[in-house]
T-cell receptor, first 111, second 116 residues
């Protein structure tokens, strides 16, 4: 079952912040975040394991709330290069490694 | 070249024909995945493989067949192509180990398949 992402799209001005949410109806073992530029393959940003840890990649950070089965990606002081589609991927259990992605959030950062 | 490559990059086929999409990785990663990407659906998992000769269904396996006789190759076959299988197909691999969380997945450049 695919995780649900929100919002579906967001438009930002350079320097603004945004939050992308990812939620699942099932217990999660880990959450991945990827970014895809138009016409290209998805590229890895970070992985969060259950335990509520936060991670960062440049000025992009994420959190994972295991109890709420949710993860959030924070785009801080957005740059033009942050434009693209962001996908969260989830695993429900360590065994099996079935990595399932959400529908994606399209982000457009304008000058 | 090291990495993960898909072939062909573009393919047009007719309804009812069998078509095979190839995926090759040079890292000896244990796990490999096939996804299809359609507008409004994100990336949907078709099949995945934990190792050579071990494969399992994902969310949308109907109409597809996979095999993995060698660690580095993971071909995806559409047995009898339908228009609904028109999509962009991505192959991915990761060095995850059974019983552990997935590590970073590396994606191929994709195959754009059109079924007419």
């Amino acid at each position: 079952q695919q995780p649900v992402q929100s919002p579906q799209a967001v438009i930002l001005r350079e320097g603004e912040d945004a939050v992308i949410n990812c939620s699942s109806s099932k217990a999660l073992y880990s959450v991945h975040w990827y970014r895809q530029k138009h016409g290209e393959a998805p590229v890895f940003l970070m992985i969060l394991l259950k335990g509520g840890e936060q991670k960062g990649h440049e000025k992009i950070s994420a959190s994972f709330n295991e109890k709420k089965q949710q993860s959030s990606l924070y785009l801080t002081a957005s740059q033009l290069s942050y434009s693209g589609t962001y996908f969260c991927g989830t695993e429900r259990g360590a065994a099996g490694n079935k990595l399932t992605f959400g529908g994606g959030t399209r982000v457009l950062v304008k000058p | 070249d090291a990495g993960i490559t898909q072939s062909p990059r573009y393919k047009i086929t007719e309804t009812g024909r069998q078509v095979t999409l190839m995926c090759h990785q040079t890292w000896s990663h244990s796990y490999m995945f096939w996804y299809r990407q359609d507008l409004g659906h994100g990336l949907r998992l078709i099949y995945y493989s934990a190792a050579a000769d071990i494969t399992d269904k994902g969310e949308v396996p109907d109409g597809y067949v996979v095999s993995r006789s060698k660690t580095e190759n993971f071909p995806l076959t559409l047995e009898s192509a339908t228009r609904s299988q028109t999509s962009v197909y991505f192959c991915a691999s990761s060095e995850s180990r059974w019983g552990e969380a997935n590590t970073e997945a590396f994606f191929g450049q994709g195959t754009r398949l059109t079924v007419v």
